[in-house]
Nanobody, 113 residues
Framework: QVQLVESGGGLVQPGGSLRLSCAGSGFHFSWYTMTWVRQAPGKEVEWVSSISHSGDETTYADSVKGRFTTSRDNAEKKLYLQMNNLKPEDTAVYFC??????RGQGTQVTVSS
């Protein structure tokens, strides 16, 4: 059974940092592109970043480019999202996704003073 569990969210002030983690199980983690998406209250799901199965290639939404960094540890079956210089508009539930699905349960990130 494929399972993705996100963690690391919380409340942070503008300009602060958080590191999200996603633990994968039930599938060959290293075979798949992994993706972070987010959903703000009342808004549609927004793609944030993807990373290739090997970790050699990463892509980012313009809204987070230069502030967020995606990485992965295939040996540990973990995906990470380092978020720096956070802004109030980054407030959302963040989800990790395996290429082709499913999506985890999400972790809340709130950026507020």
């Amino acid at each position: 059974q494929v399972q993705l569990v996100e963690s690391g969210g919380g409340l942070v002030q503008p300009g602060g940092s958080l590191r999200l983690s996603c633990a994968g199980s039930g599938f060959h983690f290293s075979w798949y592109t992994m993706t972070w998406v987010r959903q703000a209250p009342g808004k549609e799901v927004e793609w944030v970043s993807s990373i290739s199965h090997s970790g050699d290639e990463t892509t980012y939404a313009d809204s987070v480019k230069g502030r967020f960094t995606t990485s992965r540890d295939n040996a540990e079956k973990k995906l990470y999202l380092q978020m720096n210089n956070l802004k109030p508009e980054d407030t959302a539930v963040y989800f990790c996704e395996k290429d082709g699905g499913p999506r985890g349960q999400g972790t809340q990130v709130t950026v507020s003073s």
